[in-house]
Structures are given as structure tokens and as C-alpha cells.
């Protein structure tokens, strides 16, 4: 049962640092597309910003998570999962926040938070700190 859970959490842990690259990517090529898809919309005029610090915000997370799972530094991943939970539940509440948001653009920043806090908590409970 042991070996499972790790693969399991090995793999969410991949799954979510490939995910998170492609929808750094997507901001950068697709910038209103993937705003429309986080569940808000704003008045651009032009300016994608917003998205380009979106995107940035994302790609550099993924990588991180899939340099760490590399380099198998399994408690750095769980010192970095547990804090950056708070990304996602940002997003949360700035969906929440929006007039007429709809209750599907939530469920991704949700499944984010539990994924970070679960994956986090895991790698720092399951991984001894290295000796100096």
C-alpha cells in the first residue's frame, strides 16, 4: 500500500508540473482563451499583462515542481506544495469574487489546493530530513 501511495502522488506530482507548464504556455499564446478558461474576463483594450504574469506565474511553478521530482529533493517539493497552496486559493477567491462566475471555473482552484496540500504534506510526513 505504501509503494502505491507514493507512485500515486509521484505521478499527480508530474501530471500537475506538466499541466502547470502548458497553462503558463497557454496565457502567452492564447492570453484571452485562457483568462476566459481561469473563469474571469477583463477589459483588456490590448494589454495582456495580466495574462503574461498569469502565464509566467504558472510556468515557473511547474518547472519548479518538476525540478525538484528530478532532482528527487522530495521534502523541498513539500516545502514548496504546502505554502503554494496559497496560488490556487487566490484564484479561487478571485473567480468567487467575479459577478456571475460559474461554479465549474472553481473546481479546478480547488482540486489545486487539495493537490498541493495533500502532495505537500506527503513529501514533508513521508521523506526524512537529510543530516548535515
Known amino acids: 500500500m505504501k509503494h502505491i501511495a507514493k507512485q500515486t502522488i509521484f505521478w499527480i506530482s508530474i501530471l500537475s508540473g506538466i499541466g502547470l507548464l502548458c497553462i503558463g504556455l497557454r496565457f502567452f499564446l492564447d492570453p484571452l482563451g485562457a483568462e476566459t478558461d481561469f473563469g ?3 477589459l483588456t483594450h490590448g494589454d495582456f499583462s495580466f495574462q503574461y504574469i ?10 519548479i ?14 516545502l514548496v506544495l ?6 490556487p486559493a487566490a484564484d479561487f477567491c478571485i473567480v468567487l469574487s467575479q459577478p456571475g462566475y460559474t461554479t465549474s471555473h472553481l473546481y479546478p482552484h480547488l482540486t489545486a489546493v487539495i ?17 548535515p
Open 40 to 42: 474571469i474576463n477583463t
Open 115 to 131: 493537490i498541493c496540500l495533500a502532495c505537500g504534506a506527503y513529501y514533508l510526513t513521508h521523506f526524512k530530513k537529510a543530516n
Open 82 to 87: 504546502l505554502p503554494g497552496a496559497i496560488i
Open 65 to 78: 515542481i518538476l525540478i525538484l521530482l528530478w532532482q528527487k529533493e522530495w521534502r523541498t517539493l513539500g
Open 54 to 63: 498569469k502565464g509566467a506565474r504558472d510556468f515557473f511553478f511547474g518547472l
